[in-house]
T-cell receptor
Framework: EAQVTQNPRYLITVTGKKLTVTCSQNMNHEYMSWYRQDPGLGLRQIYYSMNVEVTDKGDVPEGYKVSRKEKRNFPLILESPSPNQTSLYFC???????????FGPGTRLTVT | GENVEQHPSTLSVQEGDSAVIKCTYSDSASNYFPWYKQELGKRPQLIIDIRSNVGEKKDQRIAVTLNKTAKHFSLHITETQPEDSAVYFCAASKSVGGADGLTFGKGTHLIIQP
């Protein structure tokens, strides 16, 4: 089954404790992105990757890091999480021809 | 960068009536405009999209129109049903399919009244 998976689905952590949210897709897609969703603000792009070892900033990259060492994986790293990073995070992928973006199930992160 | 404005933020319609959601964008280089539906607690899912070389696209009860000159596009849902209740997001991208990222509007909460 073609899908985008994220782990964990829910995470409560404390300020400053490094964390990683994993994202994996099994569709051989070149393009992958991370978004955060906040009430009243819609979805905002954090980072995207157009291929292995190629990443670029989106609209709200501050406080986040990403890596793309393998085509199927695109982890989101929060080196020192802060309460303003409490949000719902979605990973998405699409193929080179630019058909629709497939979204993962989301990760709800709470930073206290 | 691109800026997408979406209106209204909440829309309540009677079951069976039509619903229209409107978006405007700022970057004339944008050429791909998808609409996503997000049900409570679920991921966004593409319901329809339109490319800049097309003025209108229809899929059963859903249609999207695009006016490139005015930089606005709209979602039309006819004969609304209870299962249409959700949050709808418009988006814009310079890459077809939005492969290098989508700029989203802030969403419209569509409520279908029985």
């Amino acid at each position: 089954e073609a899908q985008v998976t994220q782990n964990p689905r829910y995470l409560i952590t404390v300020t400053g404790k490094k964390l990683t949210v994993t994202c994996s897709q099994n569709m051989n897609h070149e393009y992958m992105s991370w978004y955060r969703q906040d009430p009243g603000l819609g979805l905002r792009q954090i980072y995207y990757s157009m291929n292995v070892e190629v990443t670029d900033k989106g609209d709200v990259p501050e406080g986040y890091k990403v890596s793309r060492k393998e085509k199927r994986n695109f982890p989101l790293i929060l080196e020192s999480p802060s309460p303003n990073q409490t949000s719902l995070y979605f990973c998405a992928s699409s193929n080179r021809e630019g058909y629709e973006q497939y979204f993962g199930p989301g990760t709800r992160l709470t930073v206290t | 960068g691109e800026n997408v404005e979406q209106h209204p933020s909440t829309l309540s319609v009677q079951e069976g009536d039509s619903a229209v959601i409107k978006c405007t964008y700022s970057d004339s280089a944008s050429n791909y405009f998808p609409w996503y539906k997000q049900e409570l607690g679920k991921r966004p899912q593409l319901i329809i999209d339109i490319r800049s070389n097309v003025g209108e696209k229809k899929d059963q009860r859903i249609a999207v129109t695009l006016n490139k000159t005015a930089k606005h596009f709209s979602l039309h849902i006819t004969e609304t049903q209870p299962e249409d209740s959700a949050v709808y997001f418009c988006a814009a991208s310079k890459s077809v399919g939005g492969a290098d990222g989508l700029t989203f509007g802030k969403g419209t909460h569509l409520i279908i009244q029985p």
